[in-house]
Every structure is written in C-alpha cells, then in structure tokens.
C-alpha cells in the first residue's frame, strides 16, 4: 500500500503567518493516465473533512486563494498565507493513483 | 444541492455484523461513485472503499474480506455491511461522493461503538 507521510505532525502557527505542510508518498502518484491523484482535505474539530485542494494544485470551489498546492512524483505541499482562527485543525493528503486509496497521517494546525 | 446522510445503529455487538446506509440527493448514483472513510475516536482517516458509478467496487485489501458495499439507485441510498465487528471497529463512519474533484461531499458522518 502508499503510505503518505506528513510532515510536521503539529504545527503552531501565529494569526497572519504562513504555514506549510509536506506530504511525501512512497511512490510516485502519476498516475498511467498522467494525472496526480493527491488531495488535501482539513478536518475542523466535530465536523466531516472538507476539500481544499484536489489533484495537487487545484482549489475547490469557494476556497480562498491563501490556501496553495504544489509538488510531483512523491513529494508535495500545502502553503496557508495569511492564517486565520478558521483554518485550524487537522489536515490531511490523499491519494487516489494506487489502490488502495490511502491518507496521510495528518498534520495538526493550532495557534501559537 | 448535493447532500449525503449517514444512518444506522450506534452500538453493534462484537461479532455482529454491521449495516450502514448513506442516502444522496443532488446527484445521481449511476453517475457519480460514493466512498466510504472510518475514522477512530482521536485517529486519523481510513478510506474503505468505493462503488462506482457502473456498480463496480473496491475495497481496502484490510477490510476486503470482512466488507460489502452495494446500493439502490432508486432509492438514492448506498450500503455498507462489515461483518465479525471488533472493539478496533468502533469509529464515526462517513460517507461521500467521489468525483472528479476527489471526495468533494461528505456526510455528518455516524459514530459506530462496538461493545457488548
């Protein structure tokens, strides 16, 4: 199976900072069809994950351009410019190119 | 909209089997496939598996031999049932659609305890 490894596992970011969150995968999620499969989601407490960013760089609709996506092959990351009080909790990447489709471990996002 | 709804049993007992629906609307099963993801009180995420749009499935090779995903297109509603449950089994199950944009909608997800 892919193991995504996130990196780093919590993240103390000051309101207005930038924060950035490193997935790397275990293999290479170029898919035959060569589209990237790797997804961020962030989970706020009590609440169902929602989608940021889907197929490494493209970001879901209505969320705001501070969040970024980027990276190849194995390794990518997510930037937050700008952070606000809404942006905390957990985030996670995805993989969708091998089955089974597996998450990272999460990255926990709070305030200094 | 788009919306999905967990539903089931909050308390199986271990060796049980487990049933689970998630009902849809805004979308079309023949369409658009729907996952389904555990996650542990406190832990992460774990995807288990997938009915696509034609009916086919995937699971998780963990889970493979333990778990049925089907559905009812007339019904708008996808099943899960995930037999010889386990304390380790106890999680909030959600459901969601799976599309172009990945896991784009989620259910509220249902927390599952399993105890005797």
């Known amino acids: 199976d892919v193991v995504l490894t996130q990196t780093p596992v919590s993240l103390l970011i000051s309101l207005g900072g930038q924060a950035s969150i490193s997935c790397r995968s275990s293999q290479s999620l170029v898919h035959s069809n060569g589209n990237t499969y790797l997804h961020w989601y962030l989970q706020k407490p009590g609440q169902s994950p929602q989608l940021l960013i889907y197929?490494?760089?493209n970001r879901f609709s209505g969320i705001p351009d501070r969040f970024s996506g980027s990276g190849s092959g194995t390794d990518f990351t997510l930037k937050i410019s700008r952070v606000e009080p809404e942006d905390l909790g957990v985030y996670y990447c995805l993989q969708r190119t091998h089955n089974p489709w597996t998450f990272g471990g999460g990255t926990k996002l709070e305030l200094k | 909209q788009v919306q999905l709804k967990e539903s089931g049993p909050g308390l199986v007992q271990p060796s049980q089997t487990l049933s689970l629906t998630c009902t849809v609307s805004?979308?079309?099963?023949?369409?658009?496939?729907v996952i389904w993801v555990r996650q542990p009180p406190g832990k992460g995420l774990e995807w288990m598996g997938v009915?696509?749009?034609?009916?086919?499935?995937n699971y998780n090779s963990a889970l493979k031999s333990r778990l049925s995903i089907s559905r009812d297109t007339s019904k708008s509603q996808v099943y899960l049932k995930m037999n010889s449950l386990q304390t380790e089994d106890t999680a909030t199950y959600y459901c969601?659609?799976?599309?172009?944009?990945?896991?784009?909608?989620w259910g509220q997800g249902t927390l599952v305890t399993v105890s005797s």
């Open positions: 805004g979308f079309s099963l023949s369409s658009y496939g």
């Open positions: 969601a659609r799976n599309g172009y944009e990945a896991f784009a909608y």
């Open positions: 197929q490494v760089s």
């Open positions: 009915i696509w749009g034609n009916g086919n499935t």
